[in-house]
């Protein structure tokens, strides 16, 4: 059976399973399941239909079976698993891909035991070491990290390749990875396996595992737990019903207020990490083509950009001149924002740098960065681990991940070792120090654990989307990865404070279709003030709902009267579903409160004029002029009134204006032609549909607009006949 008719397989009885037809899954499962190796999942399959069997006879019989509801979702639930399970199987007797080589290189998930044992025996040599004279300490060391490399690589090999886990097997991984006798970052890096695992082959026991981890009091396994079992039970949220000790577990979690709020922090983590294709692009087209441009700048990156560019002290004119006219500044203070908020600023710089063989073993993709790795401590100095070295300081910085800081140092390695000295001699200066503070030793304690599930989750965005390992995975960071979209995983976020944080987050974002789902939730607490109806309205605004959007606008206005912004977005509610004489009424009532706003006197001139009360309409229009003279939107928006009005004289002296701007637009032309034609000056109107023709390139675009504006012709005398030989003369 080859590999595509196995998926093919496996997907049919998933959907089966997604509708709930068991015999359908069951049926077609079977399918050359005889052909199969492994006789235990070939006995589990078929215990599995003999027990619907019965169950389907028992209901032909009409035998009474109370149970039967919770037998038939623990069916699903079973048969969802084996599918996985034997397709697992079916593809390791047959692929090349490095799991499928790794299920062969290791027999199950017992073999941890041993590794878990030299691994502690590993760990207690190392420790004996340190009392040895230096010669003999050096060459244990030695031994013992070459030892400790493999011992690593083959945990994460058979945890990642593990299959079926019994609650035995399960009890004994997680005291592995407990026990303080094995060090932190080996057991952080078993959670990743663990994970990896279970996206790979969906199995109730490793999740309940990552659960129990979960509260584990080593922050950092903590996080890796969770990120772990949010981004697993997310990827397979449709089937979490059928497992309810998965639901007691997550119900255990909920108990626990140190790990609801890691969850509530790590939901935003996940969610901003939807940002970061947004800002590598930018990064890549926007920001760091215009850092190259200038030499200075890129020198100075390493140091408080920011404190230079305001610093008046020694700086460069020319300099100050470029940042002003290329709006630097602006990129940089939204890339310093971007960083103190977390997101992921450097996947354009370091995606590049994942090339090295040292990101050819998939172990080390989820190591915590530690300098005595063998890898990084070949290339690096001893004194990097003096507070005055540069590299020192970018090591323990917690803008960096764990895999980046791998990529930064391992670039060295490219370095001829000449050079390397030199350039390490003065990247461990100490005229250095001052510049490079010790970044982690400013970190709190309480937010360690954010700094470090923010490592991680950068960590495993790169792993999912440039380490060549790639291919084999569904990419979980192509989900939304909100929790609110699914029912089980809901209860974890759904304290007032975390449902109000992630309402705001996807609002702040734009993410208004989820945010308003969110706002719903939290909606039944109770405590909504004017600020969360009014951004409730905004969401459902941007949806184009804008019943519902003056509904929360009312809402808002009731709880906070007379507020100029609420107003006018009930205006505009109004103004874009066409009720003009209702959006008027609100513009008017924002007016009182604003009568100099520039924007808002367009607008209410705007629905004067829609509503034909042209004099009123003008007085706005001209209100605006006085106020900003060199106002563009004033001119046309007057120009076009008296044009309507049959102020012709008025009309043709303001498009004139327009037309001597630097830019004139499409529509600028358009409408001066219009005034031309209407008043028979013919041979000045063709010139001018010309030159509206010329910009936009288009002789049918040309058509649509003057057949848009066929009812004001009318009503200025032109005849339809007319209209359309004028179209014929321009195309």
């Known amino acids: 059976m080859d590999e595509k008719r196995i998926t093919d397989i496996q997907k049919s009885v998933a959907d089966a399973l997604a509708e709930e037809r068991l015999k359908k899954a069951i049926d077609t499962l079977g399918e050359g399941i005889d052909e199969l190796q492994d006789w235990e999942l070939r006995t589990r399959y078929t215990e599995m239909q003999t027990a619907y069997r019965y169950m389907l006879e028992y209901l032909r019989q009409g035998m009474p079976d109370p149970d039967k509801e919770r037998l038939h979702g623990e069916l699903i639930g079973r048969c969802y698993v084996i599918n996985d399970q034997i397709a697992v199987a079916r593809l390791t007797e047959h692929s090349t891909k490095v799991y499928c080589q790794m299920r062969r290189k290791y027999k199950g998930v017992s073999e941890a035991d041993g590794v878990y044992a030299r691994l502690r025996e590993n760990f207690a040599n190392s420790e004996v070491a340190q009392s040895l004279p230096a010669d003999e300490c050096r060459t244990l060391n030695e031994r013992l990290a070459t030892e400790h490399e493999q011992l690593l690589q083959q945990l994460f090999g058979i945890l990642w390749s593990s299959n079926c886990w019994s609650k035995g097997d399960a009890e004994k991984i997680y005291n592995g990875i407990s026990s303080a006798e094995i060090t932190l970052d080996d057991r952080a890096v078993a959670v990743s396996a663990i994970t990896l695992s279970a996206l790979k082959c969906f199995e109730p026991q490793k999740a309940i595992t ?3 981890l979960a509260s584990s009091p080593e922050s950092l396994l903590s996080t ?7 981004i697993v039970l997310f990827t397979y949220r449709q089937r979490i019903k059928h497992y309810p000790e998965i639901g007691n577990a997550l119900a255990a979690l909920r108990d626990d207020a140190t790990i609801m709020r890691r969850i509530e922090t790590i939901q935003i983590q996940l969610l901003r990490s939807r940002e970061t294709q947004k800002i590598d692009r930018k990064m890549r ?216 944080r992630t309402f705001r987050y996807l609002v702040e974002k734009e993410y208004y279709s989820e945010a308003f789902k969110a706002g719903r939730s939290y909606e039944k607490s109770g405590e909504c003030d004017a600020q969360f109806f009014q951004e409730m309205g905004f969401c459902a605004q941007k949806e184009c709902d804008y019943d519902t959007a003056v509904d929360y606008y009312t ?10 912004w609420t107003l006018r977005h009930i205006a505009q509610c109004y103004r874009l579903q066409g009720e003009s004489e209702k959006a008027l009424s609100y513009y008017l009532m924002a007016e009182e409160l604003a009568p100099e706003n520039i924007s808002l006197l367009m607008q ?20 605006v002029e006085y106020l900003k003279p ?52 013919n041979k000045q109107a063709v010139e001018y549909y010309n030159k509206a023709k010329e910009i936009c390139s288009n002789a049918d675009k040309i058509a649509e607009h003057i057949l848009n504006d066929k009812e004001v012709m009318l009503e200025r005398g032109v005849s339809e006949t007319e209209l359309q030989l004028l179209i014929d003369l321009i195309s």
């Open 285 to 500: 087209e926007e920001i760091i083509p215009a850092i190259m441009k200038n030499p200075n700048l890129r020198n100075k990156l390493s140091m408080d950009i920011l404190k230079e560019i305001e610093d008046d002290e020694d700086k460069n004119p020319e300099w100050k001149k470029w940042i002003e006219e290329d709006r630097i500044k602006g990129k940089i203070e939204e890339m310093s924002k971007w960083q103190m908020e977390g997101a992921d600023v450097y996947m354009s710089t370091f995606s590049q740098l994942k090339n090295f063989s040292f990101f050819g073993e998939i172990s080390n993709w989820f190591r915590p960065f530690d300098t005595n790795v063998p890898a990084i401590a070949a290339i690096l100095p001893k004194e990097i681990k003096s507070s005055t070295s540069i590299i020192s300081a970018i090591c323990a910085s917690p803008f960096f991940c764990n895999s980046d800081k791998f990529s930064f140092c391992l670039t060295f390695e490219r370095v001829p070792k000449e050079q390397r000295d030199a350039l390490m001699a003065q990247m461990t200066g100490a005229d250095q120090a001052e510049q490079m503070p010790d970044l982690q030793s400013v970190i709190p304690t309480d937010k360690r654990a954010e700094v470090e599930s923010n490592q991680y989750i950068q960590d495993l965005y790169r792993f999912f989307k440039v380490s060549n390992y790639r291919h084999e995975f569904s990419d979980p960071f192509a989900m939304s990865l909100n929790l609110l979209q699914s029912e089980a995983l809901t209860p974890l976020i759904e304290s007032n404070d975390a449902l109000l």
């Open 630 to 681: 060199d106002s563009l939107r004033a001119m046309r928006a007057i120009a076009w009134c008296s044009f309507i009005t049959g102020k012709d004289d008025q009309a043709r002296g303001y498009y004139r204006r327009l037309m001597e701007q630097p830019h004139p637009t499409f529509e600028d032309y358009l409408n001066a032609a219009h005034v031309e034609w209407a008043t028979k000056n």
């Open 555 to 564: 809402k808002a206005d009731i709880v906070k009267p007379d507020t100029l």
């Open 224 to 230: 890796r737990a969770i990120i772990g079992l949010i």
């Open 604 to 623: 209410t001139g705007e629905s004067y004029a829609t509503l034909k009360q042209y004099e009123e309409a003008f007085a706005r229009f001209y209100k």
């Open 210 to 212: 990552l659960c129990k």
